[in-house]
Every structure is written in C-alpha cells, then in structure tokens.
C-alpha cells in the first residue's frame, strides 16, 4: 500500500500545479528520481497525466477529468444543489456558487453563471484560503471552537488583496456575526473589484455542509439590495438543506423551523 499511497501523493501534486516536470516532482516529495519516472509513466500511459512531447512536462489527463466528473452525479448534495443554483440565478441575475470544505481549504464545487458574470477566482475547481472569501467565512462559521483554533493555528491568515482581513481577532468576530445573521458578505478580499455574498447549507446532523452564494462585480453592487439577495440565498439554503435532511434552517422565512430553534449555527 505505501506504492499506491506515494502514487496519490504524487497525483495530488497537480491539484495545485498545472505543469510539473519529474525533477519538480522529486524535490517536492524527496523521491529518487527513477521512481518518480516510473510513476509518472504510469500515469500517463493510463491517461490520468498528460506529457508535453516537447517540454517533457505533465499535466493532468483526460482520465483523470473523466474520473472527477462523477462527483456531481455521485453526490446528493451537488445534484440537489444544481436546481437551486439555477433558481437564484434566474431570480438574481448574478452568478451563483456552491462551495465546500476540502481540508482547509475552500473548494468551489459548482457555479451557475449569470448575465452579470464576473471575472475572478470563483472557477468550478478553483481552491482559496477560506479566511479571504464569503463562502469560506461561512463555512468556517460552522466549526466548532476547537476545530477553529486548529484551523487558524494550521493556517497563516496570508493576504491576498489589501483588503484580505489576516487579523484572527477580526475574524473570529466576523465569524460569530455570521453565525447571529446566517451570511457573510465579502468585499474585494479574493479579488479587487469582487463582491461575494454566501449562505450556509446545513446537514443532516444540523452542521453546515456547504455555502451557496452570489459573486458579482462591485460596479453593480448596490448595498441596499443586501436583504432581497440574501433573502434569496437563505430560501435557496434552506431548501437544499431540507433536502439533505437538516432538521431545522434558523435563517430567513423558515416554516420548517421549530420554536425552540436557535438563531445561531451549531457549532457542536
């Protein structure tokens, strides 16, 4: 098994690089080179990478998309959530997203493009550190406390724009708001000129799950549209939520939810 675990260590290398030659490969794993080759070869003749003839240099293959593309179909929570992304988008007019934990870090699952598409970071695939977008709050708010201290003791709070917080005692309480109200809006702290707004999905254990959101540019950001947008967002959350079996949604206009609900996230 220690072969096939070093052959994913090498695979997962390409989440985060679109090009890597075999010496790349060997200084990031401190493998000896004849391995490396030989792994590598493998990859490629099984279609999972991709070899430039001219460069030498890999890439991720056409098995390997094939493979990742079963995960929308596979998943519940990605086949429920594509009807609500396509409904907030047809209500809203921007462009809607799902987004998930992956590790600590934030992954953007699905998207639902918009006529008032933006260009940035929030690409289907695409990765962000979660302190820096909507989405990523969101899903952090959902922690309980001692995941969150690991989560800021394992992660630098790096910026990416000058507007990035990378302060842990804003964050955390921007993260308490967030779990009081049940969205976060982000202003250009992913992108310059990025406005993004997120919600939360919950579980069927009561946790949040996901976050769906808009992304849209700050020319059209109009603050007081903030309560029909989130009005939006927390029907469409509450709805996947339901889906996915979440015993109650505490936010917005909720008939599911009992009395004895709380207004907060839980946490535990």
């Known amino acids: 098994m220690k072969t096939l675990d070093t052959a994913l260590d090498i ?7 679109e090009t890597l ?3 790349d490969v060997c200084l990031a794993t401190g493998l000896p080179k004849s391995k490396v080759s030989k792994l590598l070869a493998v990859f490629r003749d099984q279609n999972m990478l991709e070899q430039d003839p001219t460069t030498r240099r890999y890439k991720v293959g056409i098995t390997a998309f094939e493979l ?22 047809e209500s809203s007019g921007l462009s809607s997203t799902m987004s998930v934990m992956n590790g ?12 008032l598409y933006a260009e940035g970071h929030w690409r289907v695939g695409n990765r962000l550190p979660a302190h820096a977008t909507s989405a990523g709050k969101v899903l952090l708010a959902g922690l ?7 989560f800021l003791d394992r992660n630098p709070m790096t910026p990416i724009t000058a507007a990035t917080v990378t302060d842990p005692v804003v964050l955390t309480d921007q993260l308490e708001e967030i779990r009081q109200s049940g969205f976060c809006v982000s202003n250009g702290e992913s992108a310059p000129g990025l406005v993004a707004i997120a919600a939360p999905v919950l579980g069927g254990d009561g946790k949040v799950t996901a976050a769906i959101g808009f992304v849209l540019p700050l020319d059209v950001f109009d603050p007081a549209k903030i309560p029909a947008w989130v009005a939006m967002l927390q029907e469409g959350g509450r709805d996947l939520s339901m889906k996915l079996g979440a015993p ?6 909720a008939p599911t939810q009992p009395r004895s609900a709380s207004k907060t996230l839980r946490t535990a």
């Open 11 to 17: 695979l997962r290398l390409f989440i985060t690089s």
């Open 21 to 23: 030659s075999v010496g």
């Open 68 to 89: 990742g593309s079963r995960y929308p179909k596979s998943s519940a929570l990605a086949r429920d959530a594509l009807p609500v992304l396509r409904r907030i988008m």
């Open 104 to 115: 600590d870090i934030v992954l953007h699952l699905m998207a639902v493009e918009g006529p």
């Open 144 to 150: 309980a406390k001692q995941e969150l201290r690991g």
């Open 248 to 253: 109650a949604y505490p936010y917005g206009n």
